[in-house]
């Protein structure tokens, strides 16, 4: 029983804890950030910044893999015949 009263104690004290910590975190988001208009532009900011990264970060990493792809090719003929064949079904079912 006395184990019960124990746990007990110690999780009142971490909820406690916890919750000033929120409280303190949400009082300094709303001292920054009083107004909501420059909240909400600000994270609109930054999703199209997001987004924006995520697409230049593909296009690098696609024409990184082309680049991968071509250099294996030349090494490999065999393979590069292969990759030439999944190229040329991909633009055929395009058409």
Not at 10 to 38: T, Y
Not at 63 to 77: D, F, H, K, M, Q
């Amino acid at each position: 029983m006395n184990k019960f009263w124990q746990k007990l104690k110690r999780d009142v004290k971490e909820n406690n804890e916890r919750g000033a910590r929120e409280s303190v975190l949400e009082e300094l988001f709303n001292d920054f950030n009083r107004n909501r208009f420059v909240v909400y532009k600000f994270n609109f900011m930054r999703g199209i910044f997001f987004g924006l990264g995520s697409v230049l970060g593909g296009t690098v990493v696609l024409a990184l893999l082309a680049w991968l792809l071509n250099a294996v090719g030349w090494l490999v003929p065999s393979l590069a015949d292969f990759i030439n064949s999944i190229v040329d079904m991909m633009q055929a079912g395009s058409q």
